[in-house]
């Protein structure tokens, strides 16, 4: 998401960066960070924790672009290498910025990429408002307002797992205003509030499912896989994902429910304007069903490079035969880059020659900044690392006597508060190679390092409380039919819920779902 700062703050945040990072640097280093220092350069905890200070005011103040201030890592961080490479582990100074640099493109970022182009497809071809109106429009939902307003939220759920939850939101938006006006809802009705906050909600939920559903996610992976701790493959990521993001769901509805109670006032369900919207779009065309095959392809090339890691604990000699699909799908990155590649090159018409996607229309939803956010989360975790810093904070918290439940609990309530008034992309980008970090350094398991890391990143998705907490709030906010003190009540509670729900599955699913490193 991105948040527009009121003026004063972004100046403040701008000059408060660098001076703070300027004050750290400067004072004495303390002999407890200094002992965990690489040979030679004593002072390396301490600048990187000037570089992190800097990187956090302009990232939480929105001084800069964030993208732009995601490069600010990777220029110091090269700095700081280059004068002395071989104490951080590299052969000259040249190598040590190139592999700085080569981290924003991460394969982890290429994934994303990847995402962001079939998002893109399945947009520019109409294939995810027709899924929306068809869900919308079903038997299932009948001229029940509960029913309908529960196939509304699930059709922004499932998009929301694949293409960003602002989009999703955007695409049921109308057909959850149409529904308002056919049943007579006013602003500050019950039922107005109950349709429009699951809206948005429901769009956080579907973003819990995949790896791609919502940069914070991968994020968390990127963070584990940085650190050598584990890999979570999309495949694997669903094994908890899907499970977590399905009681979400059920949770928001059961609470809402009971919260507002709708169906009272008699509203009822006229299906006229939403069946007009389906028949709008007409037969379904040559590109959707091209976009649909594809990206039924990019699913089944996931599930099926995951799917010898997953056998390996039932049928280890099954597992052994189909080790030729990791050779062939190396990286979650290869199924969307095929895919988007043959979208491209296909030709939606001969005559004239038009492709199903141009580069306009393939990069409408690639999120450049967000990808920038990523490279330098990465680089600022790896720097975390590599100067002794995490195993300084480690030795800090708790005298290192911290496990993983509290580990989880901390970065829980941190990226929940958090979150709350700034992107759930730089709160998970500052919190996930901390958490991280001071897990591995601390001794904690792979399991428990995941299930603190990846729970803090869920965390920051639980973003419910005020407009600008995220995108689809502000979009539903902007209705009319919901008050500001009703969505922040409404979003602490439902968020809080979630917390108590969800954390105890992740507990159990999360150390499952690790491959080795």
Do not use: H
Not at 401 to 411: E, Q, T, V, Y
């Amino acid at each position: 998401m991105t948040i527009v700062m009121r003026g004063s703050s972004r100046s403040l945040g701008l000059a408060l960066g660098p001076l703070v990072a300027l004050a750290i640097s400067l004072s004495p280093t303390p002999a407890s960070m200094a002992q965990y220092a690489p040979a030679g350069f004593p002072d390396a905890p301490k600048l990187v924790l000037a570089i992190a200070a800097w990187t956090f005011a302009w990232w939480i103040s929105g001084a800069l672009p964030l993208g732009i201030t995601a490069l600010l890592p990777g220029i110091c961080a090269s700095i700081l290498y280059a004068s002395g490479p071989r104490a951080f582990g590299y052969a000259s100074a040249g190598a040590a910025v190139k592999a700085v640099f080569s981290t924003y493109m991460d394969p982890t970022i290429v994934l994303f990429l990847g995402g962001f182009i079939l998002a893109s497809a399945i947009a520019a071809t109409g294939l995810d408002k027709r899924i929306a109106y068809g869900l919308a429009a079903s038997r299932f939902a009948g001229d029940s307002i509960a029913r309908t307003s529960l196939m509304v939220w699930a059709a922004c759920w499932f998009l929301s797992m694949w293409i960003s939850n602002t989009a999703a939101t955007m695409i049921l938006y109308p057909i959850a205003l149409s529904i308002l006006t056919a049943t007579g809802s006013k602003p500050g009705s019950k039922f107005g509030e109950f349709l429009m906050l699951g809206l948005a909600y429901a769009a956080s939920a579907g973003g819990l499912a995949t790896v791609i559903g919502t940069p914070p996610n991968l994020l968390a992976v990127s963070a584990l896989e940085g650190a050598k701790v584990a890999s979570i493959p999309f495949a694997n990521w669903m094994l908890f994902g899907i499970p977590t993001s399905i009681a979400a769901l059920a949770t928001l509805f059961a609470a809402l429910w009971l919260i507002y109670r709708p169906g009272s006032g008699g509203e009822a369900v006229s299906k006229e304007e939403i069946e007009g919207f389906k028949r709008a779009l007409g037969p379904m065309g040559k590109g959707e069903r091209i976009v649909l095959a594809g990206f039924a392809l990019t699913v089944a090339l996931w599930i099926l490079r995951g799917l010898p890691d997953a056998l390996r604990y039932t049928d280890p000699a099954l597992a052994e035969r189909l080790s030729p699909i990791e050779v062939l799908l190396p990286n979650d990155c290869i199924p969307p880059l095929i895919v988007g590649l043959a979208l491209f090159a296909i030709p939606i018409s001969l005559r004239p020659y038009r492709p199903l996607l141009d580069w306009e229309s393939g990069m409408k939803y690639v999120e450049w900044e967000v990808l920038l956010i990523f490279g330098g989360g990465l680089v600022l975790g790896d720097a975390i690392l590599k100067s002794g810093l995490a195993k300084w904070m480690a030795a800090s918290l708790m005298g290192g006597r911290m496990d993983a439940a509290l580990l989880a609990a901390i970065g829980v309530a941190m990226g929940f508060a958090i979150t709350q008034f700034t992107s759930n992309t730089s709160t998970a980008a500052m919190l996930a190679p901390l958490i991280v970090g001071i897990g591995r350094e601390l001794g904690m398991g792979a399991g428990g390092v995941a299930f603190a890391v990846v729970s803090s990143a869920l965390a920051t998705s639980f973003a419910l409380m005020f407009p600008v907490s995220t995108p689809p709030n502000a979009i539903v906010y902007g209705s009319g039919y919901i008050r500001m003190n009703r969505m922040a009540i409404v979003g602490l509670i439902i968020g809080l819920i979630w917390i108590a729900a969800l954390m105890p599955l992740c507990w159990i699913l999360v150390p499952r779902a690790l491959r080795a490193m």
